[in-house]
């Protein structure tokens, strides 16, 4: 009988250290979502409980008056009920500091009236307190599942729920049976048959609950895994609308930036334009008249390819700056990058009066996306050109800047013009932010946007004697943004 019964302790015991070598790898590899130390202490204390109450049995004579390890059993068996309520209560209460220290000073207790009853009381007693220890910690088990699965409804607190009430009515059948039993039972083969029913059946329904807390751990980490499922594609939903929405920021952006320099532009074309239709009538006029000097035809014509070069070259630099290229990176240089956009806006420059100091380092290469850093020079150039059109300044300067750096380069664009307030400069680089009559608010605000993705930065400072400066760094090898 005694090996018997010590037999099934140790069968529980082996289902709950299974159950533990489970939950530790698995608490091991989760990062985000760990399971609770008041259920898996709980568990750990049990296992060392039923072997320890197991190993006694086989060794116990007087039932009445055991050895010491029973005291030790039951003591740990009251922390593991202790620990597993502690963990139902998280689940609706914060455990404060005062909760813990009274179940400490509840455990010394019961430890020490334990040892009392060991010794001198009967196996009855010891029975009939560890049975109203156990219905009590079952009935408020229960009412805080209840409270936890009205606010959360949860299967697996469900079947925890359904095991506790299970122990629940096996730890009152065990006090039912000790009361009806006339019997003082001092040896194990005096233990009633009923009695020894219920208190397995009450060890496996605690095998049982271990195992439904686990699955209410695996469940909220699948149900975390769900939620972060749909986060990440709700976030690859905004990037996706985010990229769309920058995208047509670029191109409202440059369509602004056409938008101002189309008096320059067409100016500038109607030079080699008209240079080449008076060419033409010039040309048309001599062959009327019947003769053209082959030296005169010969100047004339190599006059229209030059204008129609000068021409297409406009054309080529606009073309290169305002269409839609694709996010590709190559390595250009910044010095050509810098003059293709000064051949634009040159005709503005000159008739703003505005004396250009360009100061060009070597090796000023970079890889980075062509259009969209001449996109970035453009604004700056632009930004530089209206602020020294409603500068008071008489000696009206642009200074361009650039070299090399020993993980990348830095080019910088200044002028002596009003600079920027102080109230401003907090939010200079902020969407829609921007402190002109004119313009969208989106120049600067994109100049970053797109120095940023390249893996730079920029930066503003008052220029040496008044006026603005920007200085944007940008790396030898930027970050990988290019589709």
Known sequence: MKLLISIYFYILATIQFGLLLGVYHYYRSQHTIRPSLYWMSSLVVSIVGLITFGTGIVTLTDIAHPEFNFTVANTLFFIAATLQFLFCRSLVHSIGRRLQVFFIVLTIIFLLVFEYMRAYGSFEMRTALMCFISITFFIFQIIQLRKKRKSTPSQQLAYLQYATTAELLFALGRFLVLVASSVSISRVDQLPQILILFTVAQMVMSALSYIAIGGYWAERIAKESARAGLENEEIRGLLIEREGLIASLLKANKTTATGALSASIAHELNQPLGASSLNIQFLQKKLAEGGIDPGLEKDILETLLADNQRAANIIKSLRAIF??????????????????????????????????????????????????????ILNLINNAIQALEDSTQTHRKMTIETQAQSNGLEFSIADNGEGVSVEHQSHLFELLSGSKKTGMGLGLWLCQHIVTRHGGRISYADAAGGGAKFTIFLPNEPIEIFG
Do not use: F, M
């Open 323 to 376: 269409s839609e290229s694709q996010l590709d990176a190559e390595r250009v240089d910044l010095n050509e990058l810098i003059d293709l956009v000064l051949q634009i806006t040159k005709p503005e420059i000159q008739s703003k009066n505005i004396q250009i100091v360009l100061k060009s380092g070597s090796n000023v290469i970079a890889n980075v996306n062509r259009g969209e850093v001449q996109q970035v």
